[in-house]
């Protein structure tokens, strides 16, 4: 068993990682825009080069930390201590107000970075486990075995 309290920056870094492309749909985004930046480059105009810079930095660090920041805030529970317990069937969630089950056939992809784990039951909704919920860095990566284990690989 595990527990804690989602935190802001758990929901920001959530969101990021959520948005994390799969590595060939990165890579054909680089190309696109290096293809972008070329076809601008011999066009000899440089605004809209910039005008998309300008967009998309404000997109990822203003506006999508900001919106994931304010979620989070509008929703109570997610900052209440949970407890998870690993079962046979699945996990259990328990949370002052209620509890419930996700069992191991629902989860259908998960995702993991150094610090959080995102479980799919579907291609938009998730559950966040963020590594300080564990004692430990071994507890983590245990997890993340029987994780792999009963859902298989993690998706990029």
């Known amino acids: ?3 804690g309290s989602l935190q802001q920056r758990d929901y920001v870094r959530a969101q990021f990682l959520h948005m994390r492309p799969r590595r060939s749909f990165a890579v054909i985004g680089v190309l696109l825009l290096v293809l972008f930046g070329v076809a601008i480059s011999v066009g ?7 005008a998309l810079f300008a967009f998309l930095s404000l997109q990822f660090f203003v506006y999508i930390p900001w919106r994931a920041r304010r979620a989070f805030g509008q929703h109570a529970a997610l900052s209440e201590l949970v407890h998870i317990t690993i079962r046979d069937d699945g996990l259990h969630f328990e949370r ?3 509890g419930g089950l996700l069992p191991w056939t629902h989860v259908r992809k998960w995702k993991s970075s150094g610090e959080l784990i995102l479980l799919y039951p579907a291609d938009h909704i ?4 963020p590594r300080h919920f564990f004692a430990s860095d071994q507890e983590f990566s245990s997890f993340q075995s029987a994780l792999e284990a009963r859902v298989g690989k993690p998706r990029a």
């Open 96 to 98: 002052k107000h209620g």
């Open 126 to 129: 998730f559950h966040m486990i």
């Open 1 to 3: 068993m595990f527990q």
């Open 44 to 50: 000899g105009g440089t605004l809209p080069l910039l």
